[in-house]
C-alpha cells in the first residue's frame, strides 16, 4: 500500500502545469546569458602640427615664408597646406602648400599687406589621424606706392600744384610732381593707417635751395634742404601716424620749388 502512494506522487510531479515556478534570474541564465563585459579603453597615436616661424620675406614683391614642425614626421614629402582665414567668406581657404622633409615643412606664398591668421595642417597618416596647428596672427608688411589709395587733400601758398602721376605712365601710384611760385610752398596728405614707414625719394628740379618735410597732420616729424638739382632720400618711421603730408616749401630760388618724388609707405592694406 505504501508503494501505491510513492507512485501515485511521482506521476503527479510528472503531470504538465503542476511544475515549481522559475525565478527571471534562473531563466536568463538557463538561455546562456552572461555579464556586460568591462569597456576596453584604446589609445589612438596623435600627430602635432605647429607653425614654428612666420615672417615677410621679401617685402617688395609681397613673400610671406612659413616654418613648420612635424611631430612625429609625416612620409617624407607629404603634401602640407597652409591656410588663411578669410572674415569676408568666414572660412579657411589654402593659399599655398610645402612638402615635408624630416619632421617640417617650408611654405613660401605672395599675398598683400594684411593682418590674417594663418594655420598649417597634415592629413590622416595610419595610424595618425589629421593634425591642424594652433591659428597664428600675422602683420604682413608690404612695400606699396604713397598715391595707391589716393590723396586726401593738398594745397599751399603761391599756386600750389601737387600732381601725381596718372596709372598710365606710373602703375605704381609712387609717382608725383610739387611745385609753387616763388617763395611758396605745396603739400600733399594720404591715409597712412596701417603703415610704419615711409621711404621717399626726391629730385630738386627748382633753381635754388628748396625744404621737404614729412608732417603728421600739420605737425612736422622731419625734413632735409635740398641744393639746386639733386637727389636725396627722405625716409621716416610713421608708426602710429595715420595722416601723413609730404610739403615742399621754397627756401631761396628764382622761379619757386619744383621737386619730383617717388614715395613708397611700407603697409598692411
Known sequence: MRRVRLLAGLLTLLVPGCAAPVAPADSALSLGSTAAAAPVSVTIPTRTAKIASIRTTDATKGVITVVGTLTPAPAAGTRIPLHQWIPSLKRWQEVAHGYSSS???????????????????????????TAISPMISFKHYVWRGMFK????????????????????????????????????????EVDSTGCRYSRNWLGNLTDGLVRVSLHNGTKALTSLRMNQETEAWLNYDISGVTRLRLQAADVRSGYGPYVSIDSQLLCTN
Open 103 to 129: 619632421g617640417s615643412v617650408t611654405i613660401s606664398t605672395v599675398q598683400p599687406g594684411s593682418i590674417r591668421t594663418y594655420r598649417i595642417a597634415v592629413g590622416a597618416q595610419a595610424p595618425y589621424g
Open 149 to 188: 589709395k589716393g590723396v586726401l587733400a593738398a594745397g599751399g601758398v603761391g599756386q600750389p600744384q601737387f600732381t601725381v602721376v596718372p596709372p598710365n605712365e606710373g602703375p605704381r601710384r609712387s609717382e608725383a610732381d610739387l611745385l609753387a611760385n616763388q617763395g611758396g610752398y605745396v603739400w600733399g
